[in-house]
């Protein structure tokens, strides 16, 4: 295949045409990055993530995770053992957080770029 690339080059110059060729580089502004979804997202994800619901007993992701927080800190120098409800309040908080962030931003250059 590259013998036939290169042969492609060849008879192109060969043949005296002029060709614009373009590249396709890596957009550097790839992210796009919008500080109203950054606010607006964590905004989104932490009031709802603090309203109590029935299956943490009646607190809310949020309070039951801050709580969880305060009382580790109370035992400093000996962290949370793997079996700590802490470690699933913490990935359940943060994963919310990190998808409405992602679909924010999805939604507000979908919008920017005519998706929708």
Same mark, same amino acid.
């Given at each position: 295949? &590259?013998?036939? $690339?290169? %042969? +492609?080059?060849? @008879?192109?110059?060969?043949? !005296?045409? *002029?060709?614009?060729?373009?590249?396709?580089?890596?957009?550097?502004?790839?992210?796009?990055?919008?500080?109203?979804?950054?606010?607006?997202?964590?905004? &989104?994800?932490? $009031?709802? %993530? +603090?309203?109590? @619901?029935?299956?943490?007993? !009646?607190? *809310?992701?949020?309070?039951?995770?801050?709580?969880?927080?305060?009382?580790?800190?109370?035992?400093?120098?000996?962290?949370?053992?793997?079996?700590?409800?802490?470690?699933?309040?913490?990935?359940?908080?943060? @994963?919310?957080?990190?998808?409405?962030?992602?679909?924010?931003?999805?939604?507000?250059?979908?919008?920017?770029?005519?998706?929708?």
């Amino acid at each position: 295949m &590259g013998s036939q $690339i290169r %042969s +492609a080059r060849l @008879v192109a110059k060969a043949s !005296g045409a *002029s060709r614009t060729v373009t590249s396709a580089a890596f957009e550097r502004e790839w992210l796009k990055k919008e500080p109203l979804v950054l606010v607006l997202g964590f905004l &989104g994800w932490t $009031i709802p %993530s +603090a309203i109590p @619901v029935s299956a943490l007993g !009646g607190q *809310s992701l949020f309070g039951a995770l801050n709580g969880r927080i305060a009382e580790l800190l109370g035992q400093f120098p000996t962290g949370p053992t793997l079996s700590d409800d802490f470690w699933l309040l913490m990935v359940t908080w943060h @994963v919310g957080l990190f998808v409405t962030l992602t679909l924010g931003q999805v939604g507000v250059q979908g919008k920017r770029q005519g998706y929708w």
